[in-house]
């Protein structure tokens, strides 16, 4: 009894009433086979083939039971069970060739096929002994007639694919084995028609020596079942005893001998097919010659090759034929591929050929494309291809065939991540692996994964899914094309890759031998302490070393392009120190270029972004982000987070210093290496102290809050930005100008409240100047009323009655920036109402205070500007400088507010947009002193980016002169040319000055 048609569905059948009456006619194999049949990729299919195997036998035996007898063998050995029928399970193709040749079936009894594979030599030795030729023979030439040698090919080559189809569904053979044992075969198969094609061109053949050089796949060890074989034909005349033989007498005998071979593998016989061999990747493809002489070929590769030619010579293997002259020709383009790097636009050449191959993709094929399309297996060979030859110039490692042993070499040397090596080996296996179930099926090329339900659920069943095949396929493809996509964009769109390939080969990988030399090119200044640094971070066999050895000589090209290489290459060091054990430093370094240049040129260029980035240097993960500086309220937001976990006022204080740090860097290498505008940059630390004075301010209040036992806060307290931080200019090393203003809260007398106002003030003030490893903020409080010698807060009544009594037309100029950023709002808010008619008078300022205000402008120019100071050169006093332009806007403020409300701000460049709109200047002088204030205050940021302190002077020392001159954007060698521009900029400013502030 063989079980209910339900039963075999259960198990896997498709029609159950059909299986059940199949499995009753194998009688009483059927049974014990059963199970064997159901784990199969297509149960019916196998069923049907093995009935159709015995039939066959049957008939061959004619009607001597030989089926029968091989059905009881088979189900007596689960072994021979399990290969049989797994082969008719998946291929209809082999269950074809079983049908035409029974007697192979007893191939798959072989007990060594799960656990040995048939050695390359012994494989090429039946494909000759096939076609009656003698492996021994220098030249083997077919023995066979004709017409019987071309079909024993055939039915050899589907034998011997037969025990590889076995093991690798049965056995579960790695697919990188597979390919390497039908690359194997395809190779036999090759110079066992090249016998034959000797026996078809008689003694002419023995005029010339040919070999044959495979390419793609199949030079690389791993072919697929079915595939185009690419090879090239190499040759030279063959010597005899009276001299070597004419040169066209040898080329028409190799041309023969070449084309013959082609026509063997791929005419169709009744015995079949195999495969097309390809001969188009030869020089000039298919307008160049069939055949060509060694030398031929090395004068036309050194002369006229493109990109994509050396890309398909990585991959040059001699497969049959004349081996030694095989083995010259390898010899002789190994250093053409391994230089091909170097040729102007590579790498881009390579990028946009992968981009041109996915253009071309049929649009009913692109979604199910698995080898050409987007996340297909070419993806991944692209990528894996262009990283050997830019880094096997240097790493012979890396220079093998096979994209699976190349992978793993890459991943080995740190070229590539493990993570991303793991998952791209896993999705290129999977991909492989289900290029062979579809093809193996019929035998036949194709790379598009069907989407009938009957083949998706034999692929899936083929791949071990066997429960809801199909969907489970799906599911996988498109998770590992996913996969595949997004690590091809990252890997094969690597920036540094352009930057490595531009690189001469012996350079492409650090050296130590010939790094000094080396570095004394570049232009380091110390090359022996350049050296050392070198030594430190590639020294040891670690992957971190592997890495740093993969980088650095990138980074010392880009380090020389900078003012500084020694320091950049010292401010390396020391941060990958820091962080070299991170698991994400050295690989974000190598995976993202623009990181790595841009960190280069940020350590060669500033002390000021390097010593922050000593003390924070996870901000090298910033240099991958946006570096558009942050509103206030984002940066109060993570600050306020951070104090309510602190445990005391001094923790609390370094977390908010600790996010200026940060910010503070983000802001620089904005203003670096993306190009922040200066304005923007003003505002950002502008807005950075706003967050800082505000989150210190809270500490503060607490703080002295539980000092003095006290529930709640005795004053509402406001902090007044003044000066350049009132007018959101800001620059790196200057000072928080501020003025503290206080009110009592309801329930607390006046000098209780003015005490806790002053104590909170004082501790804001020591929070923020202990010391740390950050930038210190210094909080200047002189220009509040009386100055030094005046009450560290007040109360806006008090402001009120100092500035009605006191003060003087320059204390007003000053409340011209003013600007309340933090602390109570209300109190803010009055202070504004109480400061606005006092800086923008409703009448104008009287003409004696405009005399004042010139006569204040004057000394300020004769006796502020510091001794030895260059008044053409000093940023802030000099001619067309700061103050020249700030001060001329200041007065036509202070003149015209009172009517334009256009002028009611406290920033600069605003203010002149609002005057040329008021016709106060004209749109030209406006514009030449907008021009020079951006100048000025860029030079300024620079001056500080570069020294790492503040400075009001254009540098004198050339290197940092030279370093400025980058900062502003200028090409090397351009420090002239940028002081120039300095000179005239200003000069125009200053003459402008002169009729608008003066007269």
């Not at 169709?268 to 030869?282: C, F, K, Q, S, Y």
């Not at 053409?336 to 790097?341: E, M, R």
């Not at 062979?436 to 659920?457: F, K, N």
């Not at 954007?969 to 002169?994: C, F, I, K, W």
Request: a negative charge; glycine letters at 8%; one cysteine or more.
């Amino acid at each position: 009894m063989t079980g209910s048609s339900g039963s075999f569905v259960r198990k896997g059948f498709v029609d159950g009433a059909a299986a059940a009456r199949g499995v009753e006619r194998l009688g009483d194999a059927g049974l014990p086979l059963t199970d064997q049949l159901a784990a199969t990729a297509d149960p019916d299919a196998a069923l049907e083939g093995l009935l159709r195997l015995a039939d066959a036998l049957d008939e061959a035996g004619a009607g001597s039971g030989a089926g029968r007898e091989m059905l009881a063998e088979v189900a007596d050995d689960e072994g021979t069970a399990m290969r049989l029928c797994s082969v008719l399970g998946a291929s209809a193709a082999l269950t074809h060739h079983l049908v035409r040749h029974p007697e192979h079936w007893r191939e798959l009894t072989d007990p060594t096929l799960g656990s040995t594979r048939a050695a390359a030599y012994a494989v090429r030795e039946s494909m000759l002994v096939a076609v009656g030729a003698d492996p021994q023979a220098a030249d083997p030439v077919a023995g066979l007639p004709d017409a019987e040698a071309v079909d024993a090919l055939r039915v050899e080559y589907r034998r011997i694919l037969l025990r590889l189809a076995s093991r690798d569904l049965a056995h579960h053979v790695g697919v990188d084995d597979a390919a390497a044992e039908i690359s194997d075969l395809a190779a036999a198969t090759l110079d066992a028609a090249l016998a034959i094609a000797r026996a078809r061109v008689g003694e002419t053949a023995q005029a010339a020596r040919l070999a044959v050089i495979a390419m793609g796949k199949c030079g690389g060890h791993e072919l697929n079942y079915v595939s185009d074989v690419d090879v090239v034909f190499v040759y030279e005349p063959a010597a005899t005893e009276s001299g070597r033989v004419d040169d066209g007498v040898a080329l028409r005998a190799a041309t023969q001998l070449a084309s013959q071979l082609m026509r063997i593998c791929s005419d169709h016989t009744r015995e079949g097919t195999i495969w097309p061999v390809d001969a188009n990747l030869r020089p000039e493809g298919s307008q160049g010659p069939l055949v060509r002489t060694l030398a031929s070929h090395q004068g036309y590769y050194e002369k006229w090759a493109k990109t994509w030619e050396f890309q398909a010579l990585l991959k040059a293997r001699p497969v049959a034929g004349d081996a030694d002259l095989g083995r010259r020709y390898c010899e002789m383009v190994a250093p053409l591929v391994w230089s091909a790097a170097e040729r102007d636009g590579f790498v881009a050449d390579v990028q946009s050929m992968r981009r041109r191959v996915v253009d071309h993709i049929p649009a009913h094929e692109a979604e199910r494309q698995l080898k050409l399309g987007s996340g297909g297996l070419r993806d991944v060979e692209f990528a894996v291809q262009l990283l050997q030859l830019v880094h096997g110039r240097a790493d012979p490692t890396l220079r093998d065939g096979a994209t699976l042993s190349a992978l793993a070499a890459l991943t080995q040397g740190g070229y590539v991540g493990r993570a991303d090596g793991e998952k791209l080996h896993e999705a290129y296996a999977f991909l492989r692996t289900l290029e062979h179930r579809i093809q193996l099926h019929q035998l036949r090329r194709t790379h598009v994964v069907p989407d009938d339900d009957a083949s998706l659920r034999r692929l899936g069943r083929s791949l071990g899914y066997f429960s809801e095949p199909a969907a489970q396929l799906d599911k996988q493809w498109r998770f590992h094309r996913r996969e595949v996509r997004r690590l091809h964009e990252k890997i094969f769109y690597r920036p540094l890759l352009g930057a490595v390939a531009k690189l001469p080969g012996t350079e492409a990988r650090l050296s130590l031998g010939a790094a000094e030399e080396r570095l004394a090119a570049l232009g380091y200044a110390d090359p022996r302490a350049a050296l050392r640094h070198l030594e430190a971070l590639t020294s040891g066999v670690s992957r971190t070393s592997d890495i740093q050895r993969t980088l650095l000589p990138v980074l010392l090209e880009w380090f020389a392009d900078s003012p500084d290489p020694d320091a950049g290459l010292f401010g390396f060091r020391r941060i990958s120190e820091s962080l070299g054990r991170t698991p994400w430093y050295l690989t974000m370094l190598r995976d993202e270029g623009e990181v790595a240049e841009r960190l280069a040129y940020v350590l060669g260029t500033s002390r000021y972004a390097t010593d922050l980035l000593e003390r924070e240097p996870q901000g090298v993960k910033m240099l991958g982000e946006s570096l558009v500086p942050l509103s206030a309220e984002a940066v109060l937001a993570e600050m306020q987070a951070l104090v309510e976990r602190a445990e005391s006022p001094e923790a609390a204080v370094v977390a908010v210093r600790a996010v200026r740090r940060r910010e503070l860097l983000r802001i620089a290498c904005g203003e670096l290496v993306a190009g922040t505008d200066v304005a923007l940059v003003g505002q950002g630390l502008s807005r950075l102290t706003d967050a800082t004075l505000q989150a210190t301010l809270d500490i503060a209040t607490e703080s002295v809050r539980r000092q003095r036992g006290l529930e709640s806060a005795a004053s509402r307290i406001a902090v007044i930005a003044m000066g350049r931080y009132g007018g959101f200019e800001l620059s790196y090393g200057s000072d928080a100008d501020v003025m503290f203003v206080h009110e009592p809260v309801e329930g607390h007398d006046a000098q209780a409240a003015s005490s806790f106002a002053t104590a909170v003030v004082s501790e804001l003030r020591r929070l923020l100047s202990l010391p740390a490893s950050d930038p210190p903020l210094e909080v200047d409080p002189d220009l509040r009323p009386e100055g030094k010698n005046g009450p560290m807060v007040r109360t806006v009544e008090s402001y009120a009655a100092y500035y009605a009594k006191w003060s003087s037309v320059w204390e007003f100029q000053a409340l011209l920036r003013a600007d309340a950023i933090a602390g109570d709002q209300e109190l803010r808010a009055r202070f504004t109402e109480l400061i606005d008619p006092l800086r923008f008078p409703a009448d104008g300022l009287p003409e004696a205070d405009v005399v004042e205000v010139r006569r204040i402008k004057a000394r300020v120019d004769d006796e502020r500007l510091p001794r030895g100071a260059d008044r053409h050169t000093h940023l802030k006093l000099g001619r067309g400088g700061l103050a020249d332009v700030e001060w001329t806007v200041q007065l036509l403020q202070m003149r015209h507010a009172g009517r334009v409300e256009g002028l009611r701000t406290p920033q600069t460049l605003p203010a002149l947009e609002a005057a040329v709109a008021a016709e106060l200047i004209t749109e030209d002088d406006a514009a030449t002193l907008a021009e020079a204030w951006r100048l000025v205050s860029r030079v300024r940021n620079a001056v500080t980016l570069v020294r790492g302190k503040p400075s009001d002077q254009l540098p004198r020392d050339a290197q940092e002169r030279a370093a400025v001159a980058r900062v502003l954007g200028y090409p090397q060698g351009s420090s002239d040319q940028m002081v120039n521009d300095y000179l005239r900029t200003t000069r125009r400013a200053h003459a402008v000055v002169e009729r608008v502030f003066w007269e």
